[in-house]
């Protein structure tokens, strides 16, 4: 059974802390992906990876930073949280497909408050 | 910019009818279209997709159906049924380098009423 797994459920943080989010996938997947749910907005992309030590921009990368030491983990990184990253954080992975499509598996997700 | 919209952002039917959900997109790159459901404190799971070759794909109660020229699609549910309440995103790929970068619409929650 394919799992993804993130590191909290949920979580609190201060303004100004340096948040730390883990995702981890035993699926053996190359694509790594952490995205952002807020009401109204949807699902909006922060940064993915296709490979170990490769991470590519998504959408809304402003604040953010990633991290992909290993194949099977992938982190986002919150250098300074600011209340405006509140938010759902939900981390996804999924077989690479240069000539096909692969649907993504999610993880749970972490609901992050910063006060 | 969204590229991908679900302009309703919830929709009630009746346990045993018919849900219609819709999605309109933007970018005429894309070429492969998902549908995904979420319940709540839960991940999103994928639902069916449907590849910019075909119009239509079935699996059991659902069916994706596609209309390029209007960059439009839909997902049926027939018969409603009172699981089948959650948020369904609906999601585009295609046009970048990796196939696998998807964009998510705003989500529309369905709620099915025994």
């Known amino acids: 059974d394919v799992k993804v797994t993130q590191s909290s459920r949920y979580l609190v943080k201060r303004t100004g802390e340096k948040v730390f989010l883990e995702c981890v996938q035993d699926?053996?997947?190359?694509?790594m992906f952490w995205y952002r749910q807020d009401p109204g907005l949807g699902l909006r992309l922060i940064y993915f990876s296709y490979d170990v030590k490769m991470k590519e921009k998504g959408d809304i990368p402003e604040g953010y930073s990633v991290s992909r030491e290993k194949k099977e983990r992938f982190s986002l990184i919150l250098e300074s949280a600011s209340t405006n990253q509140t938010s759902m954080y939900l981390c996804?992975?999924?077989?690479?497909?240069?000539?096909?499509?692969?649907?993504?598996?999610f993880g749970p997700g972490t609901r992050l408050t910063v006060l | 910019d969204q590229q991908v919209k679900q302009n309703s952002p919830s929709l009630s039917v009746q346990e045993g009818r018919i849900s219609i959900l819709n999605c309109d997109y933007t970018?005429?790159?894309?070429?492969?279209f998902l549908w995904y459901k979420k319940y709540p404190a839960e991940g999103p799971t994928f639902l069916i997709s449907?590849?910019?070759?075909?119009d239509k794909n079935e699996d059991g109660r659902f069916t994706v159906f596609l209309n390029k020229s209007a960059k439009h699609l839909s997902l049926h549910i027939v018969p409603s049924q009172p699981g089948d309440s959650a948020v369904y995103f609906c999601?585009?790929?295609?046009?970048?380098?990796?196939?696998?970068?998807?964009?998510f619409g705003a989500g529309t929650r369905l709620t099915v009423k025994p």
């Open positions: 449907i590849s910019s070759i075909k």
């Open positions: 996804a992975s999924s077989f690479s497909g240069r000539l096909t499509y692969n649907e993504q598996f």
């Open positions: 970018n005429s790159m894309f070429d492969y």
């Open positions: 999601a585009a790929s295609g046009g970048g380098r990796n196939n696998n970068d998807m964009r």
């Open positions: 699926m053996d997947h190359e694509n």
